[in-house]
C-alpha cells in the first residue's frame, strides 16, 4: 500500500549547524514530491518539491535529494536557525490523475541557540 | 502574498451537531483540498474538488461529510451529525493547476473539538 514514512522523529541541532531530514516512501509510482513545515498551531507550510526526473534541487538555505533506487528523500536546511523549529513533513502524490497528498508521519526539528 | 484563509480558527460543538468549516482559497487556484490531523498525527487526505465536483475521496469522507463551493470564492466542509473521532484540526488547500502546478498552499486551520 501506499506509505511515506520519516527515520526520526526528533532531530536536536544547535543553532548554525546543517540539518539533514530523512524520508522513506514506498510508492515508487510517486512522482512528486514536496516538503512541508509545520509549526505549532498553524497548517503545513510548503518549503521546496522535487519531481521524480529530478535527483536534486536547491532553495533558499534548503536542499532536497531524491534517491528513487532506494526511495528516499533528504531535505538539507544549511546554518539552520532558532527558526528552523518545527515537524517537517515530506508528503509524495502519484500521478493517477488526482492530486492526493499522502503524507509522512513528521520530524520534529529542535534548534538550540 | 495570497494565502488561504479559514473560518472559524475553532469550533467547540456537542456530538450530534452539523458543522460547517469554511476556506477560501487563492483567488486564481483550481483545485481544492480537505486535510485532517487527529492530534500528535500525520496529515490526512479527506477530499479533492474540481470543477464543482468531487474529484477524489478518502475511507474517511463518509456520508457523513460534504463539501461545497457556494460562490466563487469559498468552499465548506459540511460535517452533518460529529462524532467525538471527529475532534482534528481540519485544514483546507488550494493549488493552481493539475500538471506543472500541482504545489497545494495550506490554510491555517480550524480546530475541531466534538463533546
Known amino acids: 500500500g501506499e506509505s511515506v514514512g520519516l527515520h526520526l522523529p526528533t532531530l536536536s541541532v544547535q543553532e548554525g549547524d546543517n540539518s539533514i531530514i530523512n524520508c522513506a516512501y514506498s510508492n515508487s509510482a510517486s512522482d512528486y514530491f514536496i516538503w512541508y513545515k509545520q509549526e505549532s498551531g498553524k497548517g503545513p507550510q510548503f518549503i521546496i518539491d522535487i519531481r521524480s526526473n529530478m535527483d536534486k534541487r536547491q532553495g533558499q538555505r534548503v536542499t532536497v535529494l531524491l534517491n528513487k533506487t532506494v526511495k528516499h528523500l533528504s531535505l538539507q536546511i544549511a546554518a539552520t536557525q532558532p527558526g528552523d523549529s518545527a515537524v517537517y513533513f515530506c508528503?509524495?502524490?502519484?500521478?493517477?490523475?488526482?492530486?492526493?497528498?499522502?503524507f509522512g508521519t513528521g520530524t520534529r526539528l529542535l534548534v538550540s541557540p | 502574498e495570497p494565502e488561504v484563509t479559514q473560518t472559524p480558527s475553532h469550533q467547540v460543538t456537542q456530538m450530534g451537531q452539523e458543522v460547517i468549516l469554511r476556506c477560501v482559497p487563492i483567488s486564481n487556484h483550481l483545485y481544492f483540498y480537505w486535510y485532517r490531523q487527529i492530534l500528535g498525527q500525520k496529515v490526512e487526505f479527506l477530499v479533492s474538488?474540481?470543477?464543482?465536483?468531487?474529484?477524489?475521496k478518502s475511507e474517511i469522507f463518509d456520508d457523513q461529510f460534504s463539501v461545497e463551493r457556494p460562490d466563487g470564492s469559498n468552499f465548506t466542509l459540511k460535517i452533518r451529525s460529529t462524532k467525538l473521532e471527529d475532534s482534528a484540526m481540519y485544514f483546507c488547500?488550494?493549488?493552481?493547476?493539475?500538471?506543472?502546478?500541482?504545489?497545494?498552499?495550506f490554510g491555517p486551520g480550524t480546530r475541531l473539538l466534538v463533546l
Open positions: 488547500a488550494s493549488s493552481e493547476e493539475f500538471l506543472g502546478g500541482e504545489t497545494q498552499y
Open positions: 508528503a509524495e502524490i502519484k500521478n493517477t490523475g488526482f492530486q492526493k497528498l499522502v
Open positions: 474538488f474540481y470543477n464543482n465536483e468531487i474529484s477524489e
